[in-house]
């Protein structure tokens, strides 16, 4: 089974940037979308941002005009590009890519990458 391997969060003060990656560990075949959730204690998880098989791109309202999504077809990499982040921003991100199994939608989730906003 396909496994993602996230990286690239960490603790930046606000104000700052991080970018996340997110690669498949195998082999991966038919990709709708891939994206970015983020999840804080006791909450659902939400949507940050994703990015379509078409390059189509959807935004959370609260990160529109400061995060970035971006993928790289090739490798079927994508990344979530973070600048003038807030305390507020402070969660575990999980990277996720949503397939087509023939006929059969099916979400693929990374373990999370912990990003801290705070001075």
């Known amino acids: 089974q396909v496994q993602l391997v996230e990286s690239g969060g960490g603790l930046v003060q606000p104000g700052g940037s991080l970018t996340l990656s997110c690669a498949p560990s195998?082999?991966?075949?038919?990709?709708?979308?891939m994206g970015w959730y983020r999840q804080t204690p006791g909450n659902q998880r939400e949507l940050v941002a994703s990015?379509?098989?078409?390059?189509?791109?959807n935004y959370a309202d609260s990160v529109k005009g400061r995060f970035t999504i971006s993928r790289d077809n090739a490798k079927n990499m994508v990344y979530l590009q973070m600048n003038s982040l807030k305390p507020e921003d402070t969660a575990v991100y999980y990277c996720?890519?949503?397939?087509?199994?023939?006929?059969?939608?099916?979400?693929?989730w990374g373990q999370g990458t912990q990003v801290t906003v705070s001075s």
């Open positions: 990015i379509s098989i078409s390059d189509s791109t």
């Open positions: 195998g082999s991966i075949f038919g990709i709708n979308t």
């Open positions: 996720n890519v949503h397939v087509f199994i023939g006929p059969t939608p099916y979400n693929y």
